[in-house]
């Protein structure tokens, strides 16, 4: 064995304190939990209420009427964009086709069980949107605050 104390002369000193110290934590932390198992039940379902309370109340999602595949037509005629990617939403805010990136994330961001698709054509993703709908997969999502 090597002795350090010539070259590390308060070495010993450091590890007694460390161990010193990690015995005093780990003292700590099973008189807490010796106090919260004495805390009646009562108390800390009011602790627990308490906690909820203080933290922001999440939103609520509540399904809608989505387009019908000949509104989604009718709301992107063809035009000059048909050379473009279009990008399908048939799970979110309000499901259609999209011709960019921004628009469909608009659609999808934040809404929970979100899909979409790129097709590339107008015409290809068209038949999709009228495909997931006529197979019921077309998701309208409408965000409300909850009642209080």
């Known amino acids: ?14 590890v007694a304190q460390v161990s010193l110290l990690s015995q005093s934590a780990l003292a700590l932390a099973q008189r807490s939990v010796d ?5 009646p039940l009562a108390f800390q379902a ?7 309370a203080a933290l922001p109340t999440p939103n609520v ?8 595949p000949d509104e989604v037509d009718a709301a992107h005629p063809p035009g000059s964009g ?3 990617a ?3 939403v048939y799970a979110g805010r309000e499901p259609g086709i999209y011709s960019s990136v921004p ?13 979409r698709s790129r097709k590339g054509s107008r015409r290809e993703a068209l038949a999709f ?5 006529e197979s019921q997969q077309v998701e309208k999502w409408v965000e409300s605050l909850p009642d209080a």
């Open 61 to 68: 999602w509540t399904s809608g009427t989505p387009r019908t």
């Open 103 to 115: 628009q469909s994330d608009a659609q999808v961001h934040g809404v929970p069980a979100a899909k």
């Open 129 to 133: 949107y009228r495909l997931m709908y």
């Open 46 to 52: 009011a602790v627990a209420e308490a906690v909820a």
């Open 86 to 88: 279009y990008h399908v």
């Open 35 to 39: 106090i919260q198992t004495q805390l």
């Open 1 to 14: 064995m090597v002795d350090t104390s010539a070259t590390y002369p308060d070495l010993a000193a450091l």
């Open 82 to 84: 048909d050379d473009v």
